[in-house]
């Protein structure tokens, strides 16, 4: 087909959709005048049946159009959703597997919130942290629970920094009990009151190991922990409280 | 969201438009259909066939002049008559297609582009050639320019290839131009 024919043809076409809007126009008005003959004819008639099915149709369609859309726009919004759920799982997958803090914070949000055992759990370091019958305070910025424990004699809650450095707050239950404490070798070792009871501080190569016997529980509070301050040291063990078992 | 879902709903207006439409015009349409099929539930079967195409339709016919509306309705019914109707009866209806002529399938004819423009000058031209046109060569200028069919769907109507309706097209013109020269004359 050559450019002429081309233009040709479109042409004709578009001179023809004039000319048949025009017939249509004409045609039209002969309809309207056929329509008005056809209700004043008493012969022609069409069956009640027969013109309410046709109104019946309209509804219907109608219906079903609006059932029909909403259904996709809920199908719609449903796999805008899935796509946003997605692309949030695909930056978190990212951030957890390039990030060390992500990861911590992850795992103890998700353990706490699916472990069902009384005896191990892990929870936000920036709150206080319950423990069988102990309480300890909220860990310094950065560090992250890595063990919770609760026995019949002992509670331990233990964590680490990004950098390594470990708390270890243990209380220890019972009578018989004995707590041994490495004071060979030792930097520093002082006597110390800690919440009215005696107590013992011992710094050997840059750890902190304090403790002291809680007269009133029957138990044995102890920290040991390494890149903290004396004094912050002191105030994470004031800070171990024990709740009464009777 | 379901404040959301709701506004998604179609236009209330286009079923309350096609509601007016089909209770003014139901005369019309069955006395339309009555031309063609005997039957009065084949009548029934292509108004209700009729009034789903208009339905999928509304927003086009709400844009409509009220005469073109008419023409639009009717032709809808006729044509949903012809598809009821079985595919031999039809063939009877309708002319035997133009032979096959290769200078006739030429798309420019030199002559007819002077008639073709004559055209433009006459609006009533094909009221006065609209009855020397088959059944078939009607169907196809007005299911292409009125209803607005696709090549495919003109040529499911009328039993033959999408790709042969341009050419069957372009003969109704030429016919439709060479019928108007002629008038002219």
Redesign the interface.
Known sequence: ??R??EL??A???A???????????????Q??E??QQ??RDPA?A??EQ??Q???D???R??GA??RS??GR??YG?ACKVAIVALVLALMFTTAFAVSPTVQRGALSWLVRVTSVSADLSFVTPDEEIQLGSCSFPALPEGYTPTLQEATKFHVTLEAFSPENEMINMTVYFGNDTALSMDSQDADYIERVQINGHDGILIEKDGCWNIAYADLDQVAFVRLFCTGLSREEALSLIEQISIHSTE | MLTYLLSTLDDPDDQAFLTQLYKDYYLLMFATAKKYLPNQADREDAVQASMEHLIHHAGKLRTMSHYALLSYLVTTVRNTCFNLITANVRKERHLAPLEDNPEMDRIVDESSIEDLLTTLHRQDVMALVWSQLSEEEQFLLKGKYVIGYSDAELAASLGCRPDSIRMKLTRVRRKAVTLAAQQED
């Open positions: 087909m050559t002429r024919e040709y043809e042409c004709e076409d001179i023809f959709a004039l000319l048949m809007a025009d017939f249509a126009e004409q045609e039209g008005r309809l309207w056929r329509n056809l209700k022609f069409v069956p027969s013109y099915r046709g109104l149709t309209i509804r369609a109608y159009q609006r859309r909403i726009t809920a919004i």
